[in-house]
């Protein structure tokens, strides 16, 4: 397969989703074109010139459906949810108006509206994705039994009906609090008649270029009273240089529409203290490379603190530098700072763009440590993909032992996947 077609594809699915698709994902890529390219009688450079041009009906959408990432589960990252839910219970109403681009297949929409009504709350949720397949299975609303491992069994009795020995839907009570509707987020926000108490935008803008998706959050932050992103996507609250509650472990940022505060509230809410916005510094590299070449050499020795300090020094130099996160990470974690090393390596994930294998694989083996086997499970996958993709460890030129490890790591990251989905 030619390199041109590779590089045209993903101009392309960028220009119609504003996603990139990364080098660890060229294969499944291609594969889809060629699946379609196969079913329309015709080569790839042809489909996709075709797909380019409009003029295969239905195309785009078939490809875009083959390629988006649908990944999630109920009570993802659920520490975030909670926190949204309790600052909507400062407001003196009861409706609550809450907002998820990239819903996927409905898990994360429904476990808010099932916690805000948990809440004593009225939520009206709109879920918008890109894929229509992901949308009409959520409004569906029918789930494994398996899929619903997390979810409390006081929600399971009061939020959901058995439908089959191993399916259960969401109840009528929680569906119709959520209004599912296809939204292109790269092509702007949908209508709405009000602004939003807060919208749940999480691990939708890692896809997108950074810029990009610093400037959607401006337009996100324009339009809501707060905006919930994944952890690992802090690094956009610094870009964008928005402003965020001091919640640990939570990246839940200010918007300019801010709720009224409830003087009647049922009970004391926490007011969370909001962070003035991030400066970013960016230090001349050859400063910056010069202090992760020392703590990586600090680390060899098995001086964690000189490497943490050094770390220190090399993110207040340049907040965006990726190997600085990675380096302490690696340290905090060699010196059994596993839930520290977390945050810090959701960063380096995050700065490295999906090219480098070893933060997702620490943060994996960290988070499996800690007890959060879906994200443990999930970042092994992620980690996976990057080796088989053609990726290297992401320390290099500092540090270029590591790349050797890479068919270790992947037979590593194979055995926990099994381990963890048989459990």
Request: charged share 25%; glycine share 4%; net charge positive.
């Amino acid at each position: 397969m030619s390199e041109q077609l590779w590089i045209d594809l993903q101009r392309l699915f960028h220009l119609w989703t504003g996603n990139r698709l990364r080098v660890h994902s060229r294969h499944a890529a291609i594969d889809a074109l060629e699946n379609l390219a196969r079913r329309h009688r015709s080569t790839p450079e042809a489909c996709l010139r075709a797909l380019e041009l409009a003029e295969l009906p239905g195309g785009r959408e078939a490809l875009v459906e083959s390629l988006v990432n649908r990944t999630t589960w109920f009570l993802r990252d659920a520490k975030g949810l909670h926190a949204v839910v309790e600052q909507m219970q400062v407001k003196q109403q009861l409706d609550v108006h809450v907002w998820v681009p990239g819903c996927s297949t409905g898990q994360e929409p429904y476990t808010l509206t099932m916690a805000l009504l948990d809440a004593g709350l009225r939520p009206h949720v709109l879920a918008t994705d890109i894929s229509r397949d992901a949308l009409r299975f959520a409004a569906e609303g029918r789930y494994r039994l398996h899929e619903l491992a997390r979810v409390p069994l006081r929600w399971k009795t009061t939020y959901f009906a058995a439908t089959g020995p191993d399916e259960m839907r969401v109840a009528s009570r929680v569906r119709d609090c959520v209004t599912f509707q296809y939204n292109n987020l790269a092509a702007g926000l949908p209508p709405s008649a009000t602004t939003w108490d807060a919208v749940v935008c999480r691990n939708v803008l890692l896809h997108f270029e950074r810029e990009h998706a610093a400037a959607i959050i401006r337009s996100l932050n324009a339009a809501t009273a707060l905006l919930l992103l994944s952890p690992v996507e802090q690094p956009l609250a610094w870009i964008s240089q928005s402003k965020r509650l001091d919640i640990d472990e939570v990246v839940l940022l200010r918007g300019e529409h801010r709720a009224a505060a409830d003087a009647a509230a049922r009970r004391p809410i926490h007011r969370a203290r909001t962070e003035a916005p991030v400066i970013v510094k960016r230090a001349p590299s050859e400063h910056v490379s010069d202090l992760v070449g020392r703590a990586c050499a600090a680390l060899a020795r098995g001086a964690l603190a000189d490497a943490i300090e050094l770390c220190d020094a090399a993110i207040s130099a340049d907040r965006l530098f990726p190997a600085a996160h990675l380096t302490k990470g690696l340290a905090l974690r060699r010196g059994g700072q596993l839930a520290e090393a977390v945050p810090v390596l959701r960063c380096a994930r995050f700065l490295t763009s999906d090219e480098a294998w070893l933060a997702p694989y620490t943060l994996a083996r960290c988070l499996e440590h800690v007890g959060d086997r879906e994200s443990a499970l999930e970042a092994y996958k992620h980690a996976l993909t990057i080796i088989e993709g053609g990726g290297v460890a992401g320390l290099a030129p500092w540090d270029t032992t590591m790349d050797a490890l890479a068919r270790t790591v992947s037979e590593t990251c194979r055995a926990r996947v099994v381990a963890l989905r048989s459990r």
